[in-house]
């Protein structure tokens, strides 16, 4: 399998009027990739700058950023043409790694809004490759820009960033200093396609947790009731578990509950409600191994929920 580091510039609306009137609002103007061999060994590099047909100005924060001006733009190839031409060099066998969590999110969007035939009909397995670094070299859960990156590994800063090219070449660099395999189990699901039915829901298992992306319900209600949302069955295992902290929420977006199962220990789960691209509700949820001070913690969190909410309901209101 090859690995596929993708960096895409995307221009957006110079004026709101445009904005407003727009049912895209970022138009890709740049797709730079490189593609790596299962050792992580340059094999071959993408690069190519597209015609917009959206927006034909530039954003003035963007062009500052890219240092890219809407001439260089105009002689290109268009989106269709160009996004076209990648999806083949890509190949059959490869993962995608962006830096972040967006590229592939706006990568579909625009070939959505061309009628392109999709690179797939469900969630996509990927890597991110700031997240992979969290993970490799500090605490896992910071998020660094990629010149960060690039400065703490002291990789050569030959080319300016913000660039498709060099920021997937900048990355691919990254990606090739993380040494240890198990870096590599930490997969990421774009959900821009979520799972369609039950059957097609994910559940993946990662070293100490399990996550679950469910497809999409109509509205909160509808998911927070479902069997299998709800569900806290250890996924190490696969046993069922005794609650000790039932699900709750302080926001209503996210929840919490706090299981025990015979062999793995305690497990806390924690479930997101997220808005699909279609405006519906999904649900992420994970279920992870935890010390008994985690407990503590949700157990303070919950306390403090209820002690806001009755503050809430003697406040007189106005
Ligand atoms: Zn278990």
Redesign the pocket.
Known sequence: MNYIVLDLEWNQAADLQTKLEQELAFEIIEIGAVKLDRDRRKLDMFHELIRPQIFHKMNQVTGELIHLNMEQLEDSRTFVEVADDFIKWCGEDYIFCTWGNLDLLELQRNMDYYNMTHMSETPIRYYDVQKLFSIAFEDRKSRRTLEYAVDFLRLEKDTAFHRADADARYAAEVLVRIEDPKVFHNYSYDTYRLPKNRAEELHVLFDDYGKYISRAFPDKIAAMEDREVRSTK??????S?RRRVAWFTNNGRHYYSVVY?????L?KGKIRLRKSADNRIYVVKTLKQIGPEVLQDILMKRKHGREMRRERRHKPSL
């Open positions: 250890c996924p190490l295992c696969g046993e578990t199962c015979n062999e793995h220990g497990l």
